[in-house]
């Protein structure tokens, strides 16, 4: 199965500041790549699919990016509804996988 | 609106079954399928595999197979999962989400996710 390999675990950052999430695939995943946002006690919530398309309601200051094994998710100017942990998801090659997960923290 | 609403809070003993259920509303739901994804307490998630709620077609993580059932009541627009045989280790939020199947493969992402079931294995 596909790993998925993201850094930093955790990543401490000041409302308005840049983050720079890393999601790196075990093999070739093409564009078949998601990222989620999930808050404490809450589900994940669909963020990009196909490495870089915004899902429906989500807000422009986030962006993915990237193809084959390296992707990378931004968000241009943190808000403090922003501070979380983030996931990609890989659906190139059964079974889907998710990455362990970057936590958002404020600094 | 889609909505995935689940049943509640589970505690069951090493050993027995659960079974969870996920209603869906707002979307017609045999043109969709169901996946199903776990998060053991402060861990990340987990993918348990998916069913076609138009043809009940199904496909399993293998570290599930033989423990894991998936299916779907179409009169209710209902999901539901059975794990047996529940260790400690099963203890976790479960949670459905929709995803966009075709034949034998889930084709598009996971945009709604229901609230989550705990699941909690204790003797």
């Known amino acids: 199965e596909i790993v998925l390999t993201q850094s930093p675990a955790t990543l401490s950052l000041s409302p308005g500041e840049r983050a720079t999430l890393s999601c790196r695939a075990s093999q070739n995943v093409y564009s078949y790549l998601a990222w989620y946002q999930q808050k404490p006690g809450q589900a994940p919530r669909l963020l990009i699919s196909?490495?870089?398309a915004r899902a429906a309601g989500v807000p422009a200051r986030f962006s993915g990016s990237g193809s084959g094994t390296d992707f990378s998710l931004t968000i241009s100017s943190l808000e403090p509804e922003d501070f979380a942990v983030y996931y990609c998801?890989?659906?190139?090659?059964?079974?889907?996988?998710f990455g362990g997960g970057t936590k958002v923290e404020i600094k | 609106q889609v909505h995935l609403v689940q049943s509640g809070v589970e505690v069951k003993k090493p050993g027995a079954s659960v079974k969870v259920s996920c209603k869906a509303s707002g979307y017609r739901f045999t043109t969709y399928g169901v996946t199903w994804v776990r998060q053991a307490p402060g861990q990340g998630l987990a993918y348990l595999g998916w069913i076609s709620a138009f043809d009940g077609r199904k496909k399993y993580v293998q570290n599930f197979q033989g423990r894991i059932t998936m299916t779907t009541e179409t009169s209710t627009n209902t999901a539901y999962l059975e794990l047996k045989n529940l260790t400690s280790d099963d203890s976790a939020v479960y949670y459905c989400a929709r995803a966009d199947t075709y034949g034998d493969k889930v084709i598009g992402y996971f945009d709604s996710w229901g609230q989550g079931t705990l699941v909690i294995v204790s003797s």
């Open positions: 196909d490495a870089s």
């Open positions: 998801q890989q659906r190139s090659s059964w079974p889907d996988t």
